[in-house]
């Protein structure tokens, strides 16, 4: 099982009990707007993908993804590590919006970044987010991650305005 502590947070695997929490993250306007494939219309759908999700702990093909909860057990987003192909792996995360500006996806990114990537054996992870989502990007920066490229590449099947970071274990 996995399972990771912050002073404030608990990261671990998804149940199934989690679906109505994560439909509710996920209806956000900054998610519709940054990553809309990551938007549940409804907990059946959220539903759906928990148990897609569920079935990818075992392995390390990936995506792997895992919750954050406040440590009071309330669901507040999610970490990921997703395979980009040719060996490199990407970097996400999201706080629904009423826990937003505290610094949980900082925390989070920090404590999951050296577990996730010893895991899947990386010493290099990527973090791509449009140049309009002011507020991952300082997450990266805060998180040591170096902005690497700033322009127009593909993002989700369209050209758009992206930034690229690496963050590299020393």
């Known amino acids: 099982m996995f399972l990771l502590k912050t002073e404030r947070l608990t990261i671990t695997e998804f149940t199934p009990d989690m679906a109505q929490a994560v439909h509710e993250n996920s209806l956000d306007e ?5 990553v809309p494939d990551e938007v549940f219309e409804t907990v059946e759908d959220a539903a759906e993908t928990i148990d897609f999700l ?8 990936g995506p792997l993804i ?5 440590n009071d057990g309330t669901n507040i987003g999610y970490v990921q590590a997703v395979p980009l ?8 995360y999201h706080i ?6 505290h610094g949980y996806a900082t925390e989070a990114v920090k404590a999951f970044m050296p ?5 899947i054996g990386i010493s290099k992870i990527a973090g791509i987010c449009l140049t309009e989502n002011i507020a991952s990007q300082k997450v990266m920066e805060k998180c040591g991650f170096v902005l690497e490229f700033r322009g ?3 993002y989700q ?3 758009r305005e992206i930034c690229r970071y690496w963050f590299e274990n020393e």
């Not at 900054?30 to 940054?34: G, V």
């Not at 895992?66 to 406040?70: E, I, K, Q, T």
């Not at 629904?96 to 500006?101: L, N, P, S, V």
């Not at 577990?115 to 895991?119: G, S």
């Open 115 to 119: 577990v996730i990537m010893a895991r």
């Open 85 to 92: 192909g040719g060996g490199i792996w990407e970097i996400g």
């Open 157 to 159: 099947g369209e050209q």
């Open 30 to 34: 900054d998610n519709r707007r940054f």
């Open 96 to 101: 629904g919006e009423k826990y937003t500006k």
């Open 152 to 154: 127009m590449d593909n």
């Open 54 to 61: 569920m079935a990818q702990y075992g392995g390390i093909d």
């Open 66 to 70: 895992y919750p954050v909860l406040l």
